[in-house]
């Protein structure tokens, strides 16, 4: 008897950009956040975009502040830029 034929043909699941992409708009920035649930491990994140757009933090306190820059980045970004389009400027 041979070994079963076990082998799971699974896809792992690919590595998601930002989850907040089901609207149609490209995924063009990126944030990833590594924070343990022991708060004795240190909180890391990192945010990045195709524009050239890249920060890294360590620490509760500066991965909060990464996060709140990704999301200001994402309204400034050139790339993303605000929906601004068909708008009457002044
Ligand atoms: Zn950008």
Redesign the pocket.
Known sequence: MGEPKGVAEGVPTAVRPDPHTGDGRRP??WLHIVAPPSWSVTPSARSW?????ERQALGRAAVLQLVAAHNE??TA????GPTTEGRAAA
């Open positions: 063009v920035a975009c195709t524009c050239g757009y980045h994402r970004c050139p790339l993303l």
